[in-house]
């Protein structure tokens, strides 16, 4: 089992939706992620940290749920340009996820 | 500044045939990184070196080496290339406590033919 794994997607959604992705990991003992955001194979570009206490960016909010093991973002109002493929990763051995696409249509 | 610098940004590559691809940060980051990513696999770690003068495998180093040659540089090195190989490829840089994230270059396409 990869130590973080996340749905490949693609999620659709429409212009103005909530949408929200989970990235589960398998090493209990890791205190932090990132999630970044990736454009057409261009490089990763961080989007925001979570710790244990979570992380709220605008329309952005990210939750760190230790129990359950798993890292979530969600994303309100979706904008077309928020189109793109969302990495989650573990801070202890910089271990990415695959991925989750989002595509957001008019 | 410039932050994490790659080069080549294309290369194709004969099969057999060997190349070092070069990375360079300047924002006094201690540790460095190489990715590759395919289709469908994301980002998988191939080297990292935590700082100056050390470096460590990561998920698939089968087929490379690298150098760490000062804090500002890590070159990945394909020394027979096979189309196994053929990829984009992320150099990348963290502070130690990599509090503010990683910061990637803007990636290398190899084609191996």
């Known amino acids: 089992r990869k130590e973080v794994e996340q749905d490949p997607g693609p999620f659709n959604v429409p212009e103005g939706a909530t949408v929200a992705f989970n990235c589960t990991y398998s090493n209990s003992a890791s205190q932090s992620f990132f999630w970044y955001r990736q454009d057409c194979r261009k490089e990763p570009k961080l989007l925001m940290s979570v710790y244990s206490s979570g992380n709220e960016d605008g329309r952005f909010t990210a939750q760190l749920n230790r129990a359950s093991q798993y890292i979530s973002l969600l994303i309100r109002d979706s904008k077309l340009s928020d189109s793109a493929t969302y990495l989650c990763v573990s801070t202890d051995k910089l271990i990415f996820g695959t991925g989750t696409r989002l595509q957001v249509f008019p | 500044n410039a932050g994490v610098t790659q080069t080549p940004k294309f290369q194709v590559l004969k099969t057999g045939q060997s190349m070092t691809l070069q990375c360079a940060q300047d924002?006094?980051?201690?540790?460095m990184y190489w990715y590759r990513q395919d289709p469908g696999m994301g980002l998988r770690l191939i080297y990292y070196?935590?700082?100056?003068?050390?470096?460590d495998k990561g998920e698939v180093p089968n087929g490379y080496n690298v150098s760490r040659l000062n804090k500002r540089e890590f070159s990945l090195r394909l020394e027979s290339a096979a189309p196994s190989q053929t990829s984009v490829y992320f150099c990348?840089?963290?502070?130690?406590?990599?509090?503010?994230?990683?910061?990637f270059g803007s990636g290398t396409r190899l084609t191996v033919v």
């Open positions: 070196s935590a700082s100056e003068g050390t470096t």
């Open positions: 990348a840089s963290s502070t130690p406590g990599r509090l503010w994230g990683v910061a």
């Open positions: 924002m006094n980051h201690n540790s």
